[in-house]
Each structure stands twice: as C-alpha cells, then as structure tokens.
C-alpha cells in the first residue's frame, strides 16, 4: 500500500503560480507511476498529468504549456508547477500512485479569483 499526503494548495488571482506537492509512504519501489487529477464542483475527476518511474510525462491538452510534473525520488515527492492559471483551473487536485490499482490523497484545494 502507499499512502500519499497533498500539500500547496490555496488562492490565487488569475495568472499566478501554485506547486502542489505529494509526498508518498509506503511500498514505494512497486508505484509504477504518479499523476494528479482534478475534480471541479459538479464535475467528474479529470486527468492533470502523469509521471512514469522513468520520467516519461502526460498533459491534459487543457493544461499543456502552462503545467509542469517533476518527482524528486530522494524525497519520494511529485510536484506539480501550474503556471498562468485560470479560473477554470479552479478544482480540488488530487495525488495519484499506480501500483496494482491507483491510490488517492485526500485533495487539496485550488482556488483561481478572476
């Protein structure tokens, strides 16, 4: 199992910059990959970014250019850098490790004021 902790979420005005963070405990070795995802009022939980255990990237085509995935393996941390952010980037962002199956944090919020 694996056990994933958020943190950096918060407000900002349209424009701005955030980096969340995910911090993973657990069977470390068996995460094949990290992502986040997001869930807006409403809405379903849609596809952010995802990061391999070799450093292979995937955006949402709504988010490219202006998002950036890392993991720092030392630190057993992803981050997520979202950058020029919208309102429509408004959400709860969750933290995601695939191992057998994908294992979720709690969320942290993003709130972007226009």
């Known amino acids: 199992q694996v056990q994933l902790v958020e943190s950096g979420g918060g407000l900002v005005q349209a424009g701005g910059s955030l980096r969340l963070s995910c911090a993973a405990s657990?069977?470390?070795?068996?995460?094949?990959?990290m992502g986040w995802y997001r869930q807006a009022p409403g809405k379903q939980r849609d596809f952010v970014a995802t990061?391999?255990?070799?450093?292979?990237?995937n955006y949402a085509d709504s988010v490219k250019g202006r998002f950036t995935i890392s993991r720092d393996n030392a630190k057993n941390t992803v981050y997520l850098l979202m950058n020029s952010l919208k309102p429509e980037d408004t959400a709860v962002y969750y933290c995601?490790?695939?191992?057998?199956?994908?294992?979720w944090g709690q969320g942290t919020q993003v709130t972007v004021s226009s």
């Open positions: 995601a490790a695939m191992l057998a199956r994908w294992y």
């Open positions: 657990g069977s470390i070795a068996s995460i094949n990959a």
């Open positions: 990061i391999t255990s070799g450093g292979a990237t």
